[in-house]
């Protein structure tokens, strides 16, 4: 089945840990992305690829890192810069392709709590 | 999130029409989008309109788009239990590849 996966589901992790959400694709899509969420703010665009090897910064870059060495994977870490990384994580991939580009699959999220 | 608008709470009751309502503000959007999410999961794509049309219909889900007012609404028809989640619109631009959302509305469905 194509989709996008994300694991764990849960994490746990102490203050001042990096720690690494994994987003896998096997839908042959070129662009993928990651949103936080929060309750009462909706998605916030975090980091986002259109081609491997090449990442933007979204609205909330900061305290984040990501890699895209293949089409297939976008890891996002949450580094102990971030000063508030508790929050539920979305990866989400899209097809630039003409004709088809215009639409987005998300995967199941992680939920990161950091105590 | 901040140019994508909606209300955060709506409840009706079972068999109901449910109007979910969104605005929006950059007039360059391409596509515009609305999602459904479970609790504790990710975002499933329900459908979504080319900003040149002003109606789309897909079995009980209806898409109205008012350009002109930069007004979004989807409503369901026959509203069921199983229908109870949060709704997000969202605008595509920048040719397709940028996605902005709303706050989302939390839809209760009253048995």
């Known amino acids: 089945d194509g989709g996008i996966t994300?694991?764990?589901k849960y994490l746990f992790r102490k203050e001042g840990q990096?720690?690494?959400l994994s987003c896998e694709q096997?839908?042959?899509?070129?662009?993928?992305?990651w949103y936080r969420q929060d309750p009462g703010q909706g998605l916030r665009l975090i980091y986002?690829?259109?081609?491997?090897?090449?990442?933007?910064?979204g609205d909330i870059a900061e305290g984040y890192s990501v890699s895209r060495e293949k089409k297939e994977s976008f890891p996002l870490t949450v580094t102990s810069a971030q000063k508030n990384p508790t929050a539920f994580y979305l990866c989400a991939s899209a097809s630039r392709s003409r004709g088809k580009?215009?639409?987005q699959y998300f995967g199941p999220g992680t939920r990161l709590t950091v105590t | 999130g901040e140019d994508v608008e909606q209300s955060l709470f709506?409840?009706?009751?079972?068999?109901?029409?449910?109007?979910?309502?969104?605005?929006?503000?950059?007039?360059?959007?391409?596509?515009?989008?609305?999602?459904?999410?479970?609790?504790?999961?990710?975002?499933q794509l329900l459908t979504y309109i080319f900003s040149n049309m002003d109606m789309k219909q897909d079995q009980r889900l209806t898409v109205l788009l008012n350009k002109k007012d930069k007004h979004l609404s989807l409503r369901i028809a026959d509203t069921q239990t199983g229908d109870s989640a949060i709704y997000f619109c969202a605008e595509s631009r920048y040719g397709g590849n940028q996605f902005y959302f709303g706050t989302g509305t939390s839809l209760t469905v009253i048995p």
């Open chain 1, 6 to 8: 994300q694991s764990p």
């Open chain 1, 18 to 20: 990096n720690v690494t």
């Open chain 1, 26 to 33: 096997n839908l042959n899509h070129d662009a993928m992305y």
């Open chain 1, 48 to 57: 986002y690829s259109q081609i491997v090897n090449d990442f933007q910064k």
């Open chain 1, 101 to 103: 580009d215009y639409e």
């Open chain 2, 10 to 43: 709506l409840s009706v009751r079972e068999g109901d029409s449910s109007v979910i309502n969104c605005t929006y503000t950059d007039s360059s959007s391409t596509y515009l989008y609305w999602y459904k999410q479970e609790p504790g999961a990710g975002l």
